[in-house]
């Protein structure tokens, strides 16, 4: 029954993918801005990650630094999906050693907030001659990946199309055997002065 229930959330996870690739492909895809605050929400989707990391002797350290106490114009399910792909990718690429999860929020402007997320880990690494594929649609590094760690080579491409959606940018740092970092930047609205409150 377990096999069958986790090899049922691959699937899904799978056509979840697929979905949103088509639906950003086909310009069908709309951000669904609320007020929220993401530094909650990090912390909330990045303990989801924790029993895994821990269980493969993996340091897991989550630093929330947010400026006052704002919320922002957000959409904060795609926000999580995004974390949730980095997140997962470290866990996924990191053998030994440590996996930093860190937020920074501060204010830019009168109505602005920007938002770093940073996903760094000791993992594998990625060679400076295949970061051009990291973003690419079903792209792995090469099949060895594939066969060592599994997954669809997607959830990097749908955050790079999730984060230019938002106006932001994604960034990766990385040296073979050394690992990665992987940062998110986005500015957005304070929600409590659009919202006139």
């Known amino acids: 029954l377990e096999t069958v229930r986790q090899a049922s959330k691959s699937l899904l996870f ?10 950003i492909e086909a310009g069908k895809l709309e951000l669904n801005l609320i007020p929220c605050d993401l530094a909650r929400t990090l912390e909330e989707t990045a303990s989801l ?10 340091d897991y350290r989550v630093d929330i630094s947010a400026e006052g106490d704002y919320s922002v114009l957000a959409d904060e399910y795609r926000f999580r999906e995004i974390a949730q792909n980095l997140i997962s990718n470290a866990v996924k690429f990191t053998l030994s ?18 938002v770093v997320l940073q996903v760094e880990d000791s993992g594998i690494g990625i ?21 060592l760690y ?15 959606m938002m106006g932001g940018a994604i960034s990766v740092e990385s040296k073979p055997g050394q690992g990665s ?4 930047r986005l500015q957005l609205s304070r929600a409590e002065l659009v919202l006139g409150a």
């Open 49 to 58: 990650f924790r029993a895994a990391a821990l269980e493969k002797g993996l």
């Open 14 to 23: 799978l056509l979840d993918s697929l979905l949103d690739l088509s639906r």
């Open 150 to 164: 599994g997954g669809t080579g997607l959830g990097l491409a749908i955050s790079k199309r999730l984060v230019d």
């Open 127 to 147: 060679p400076e001659n295949k970061m051009d594929l990291l973003f690419a649609d079903f792209s792995q590094l090469d099949s060895s990946i594939n066969r």
């Open 181 to 184: 970092t992987f940062s998110v």
């Open 97 to 114: 050693g440590y996996i930093a999860v860190r937020f920074r929020s501060q204010v830019i402007s009168a109505d602005k907030l920007e």
